[in-house]
């Protein structure tokens, strides 16, 4: 069994390509985009809101395409979220073999990190998770914390 360690890091200008346009991948995108990465969404279709958001967001570029094996020239992390297993497990192969950090959101077993539940509340930043098993307990944790800062005012 592995045990994530909560890491905090500076996503300022680093570069996420994230390979999917669907819910899974809009949702990963709206959680980093506040924090300033350069995100570049590659899908053969792209959710509609991404699309919106892209209109608004500088950090945000999307290219209407599929994955192309062996394209990826280094960026600081890569989501594969695409609807086909196969194109993921690629990507991540692909991913391991460049020593760039992954998230496949098919399979846990292929994610390098996790996307914890997040609560902001002024200065004060707290990331959840389960360690990938159980996204409802982590959830209700995280919706817990969020409450209490609310009432502590921090």
Do not use: W
């Not at 949702?27 to 300033?36: E, H």
């Not at 809101?49 to 945000?60: F, P, R, S, V």
């Amino acid at each position: 069994m592995n045990t994530y360690f909560p890491l905090f890091i500076n996503l300022k200008e680093r570069e996420i390509v994230v390979f999917g346009g669907g819910a899974i991948a809009t949702r990963r995108v709206k959680s980093l985009l506040p924090y300033g990465a350069k995100i570049r969404v590659a899908a053969p279709e792209i959710s509609e809101e991404l699309q919106e958001l892209a209109k608004e967001k500088d950090n945000l570029t999307l290219e209407y395409r599929k994955y192309k094996p062996s394209e990826l020239q280094k960026p600081d992390f890569v989501l594969a979220a695409t609807d086909d297993e196969r194109v993921n497990t690629i990507i991540f192969r692909e991913c391991r073999h460049k020593g760039i950090m992954v998230n496949v959101s098919s399979d846990k077993e292929m994610c390098d990190f996790f996307f914890p539940g997040v609560v902001q509340q002024g200065d004060i930043t707290v990331g959840v998770t389960a360690n990938g098993k159980n996204h409802k307990k982590a959830a209700e944790v995280t919706k817990q914390i969020r409450k209490l800062l609310e009432e502590e005012k921090y």
